[in-house]
């Protein structure tokens, strides 16, 4: 599984990255450390070019250079990314940022976990259900490698 984790704050990173290890899944983890960089990977530009298209994203809304909100309504206005889940992984819980991410059509909004196990459990909920319940574009395809049941 693919996952674009757009995160400043190298803590938060590599915070991220373990509780993702942790759990049963193959996942690799991307990282674009503003929102700037995050559109160059999702449109694959420059060195991007290979990018992987991710399965799901998590984006934090207090970004450098461009803000989460300003990602998010490029990704959800673009037919060739709108249907990528966007999960809001965020220190804010302030209502205006829930309002405005889910108007915006956040698929989730998620405030960051301050303890590792908390942090631990929401990777592996975040899995199980976006990677094991929910069908995602291309997912079926991938499966059966393009033969229809």
Do not use: C
């Not at 998590?58 to 206005?77: F, H, M, Q, T, Y």
């Not at 989730?108 to 990677?131: G, N, P, S």
């Amino acid at each position: 599984m693919e996952i674009l984790l757009v995160e400043d704050n190298r803590g938060d990173v590599i915070l991220v990255k373990k509780a993702f290890e942790a759990t049963r899944q193959a996942t690799r983890i991307t990282v674009a450390r503003n929102g700037q960089k995050a559109m160059q990977i999702l449109h694959r530009e420059g060195e991007y070019a290979n990018a992987a298209i991710p399965d799901i994203i998590l984006l934090d809304l207090n970004l450098p250079k461009r803000s989460g909100i300003s990602v998010l309504e490029e990704i959800k206005a673009d037919p060739a990314l709108r249907r990528i889940p966007v999960l809001i992984l965020t220190s804010s819980r302030a209502e205006k940022d829930i309002i405005g991410s889910y108007d915006r059509h956040a698929n989730a909004y998620v405030v960051k976990a301050r303890e590792f196990e908390t942090l631990q459990d929401m990777a592996k909920k975040i899995e199980e259900f976006w990677f094991s319940q929910v069908l995602l574009p291309g997912a079926i395809e991938a499966k059966n490698d393009g033969v229809e049941p």
